[in-house]
């Protein structure tokens, strides 16, 4: 069984920072690739920023500039550095990663998200 959990969400000033956590465990052999998402009251979920298992990442546009990600393969822990925070960032944010996962017979790939942790911009 593989657990993801986000955390470091939070109520912000507009021009805040706030640093999201996503924290990967279980039977997995090797954690691949990692991507925030955020779903705003109203909308579809999005993708923001990825990192892949070479450390390639993209961001996208929306949030270029304000937004890293970075992740430490060690502790199969990911980071979403966000600078600059406007209301229009208030969301939930998850966290989703591909993985190799195991048991005593097989290897094999899977995908996990977690349960996602609220962030709010507002004054």
């Known amino acids: 069984q593989v657990h993801v959990v986000e955390s470091g969400g939070g109520l912000v000033y507009p021009g805040g920072s706030l640093r999201l956590s996503c924290a990967a465990s279980?039977?997995?052999?090797?954690?691949?690739?990692m991507a925030w998402y955020r779903q705003a009251p109203g909308n579809e979920r999005e993708l923001i920023a990825e990192?892949?298992?070479?450390?390639?990442?993209n961001i996208v546009d929306a949030v270029k500039g304000r937004f890293t990600i970075s992740r430490d393969r060690a502790k199969m822990t990911g980071f979403l550095q966000m600078n600059g925070l406007k209301p229009e960032d208030t969301a939930v944010y998850y966290c989703?990663?591909?993985?190799?996962?195991?048991?005593?017979?097989?290897?094999?790939?899977?995908?996990?998200w977690g349960e996602g942790t609220l962030v709010t911009v507002s004054a």
């Open positions: 279980g039977n997995i052999l090797s954690l691949n690739d």
């Open positions: 989703y990663i591909k993985f190799a996962a195991y048991t005593e017979h097989e290897i094999y790939g899977a995908d996990a």
């Open positions: 990192i892949t298992s070479s450390d390639t990442t």
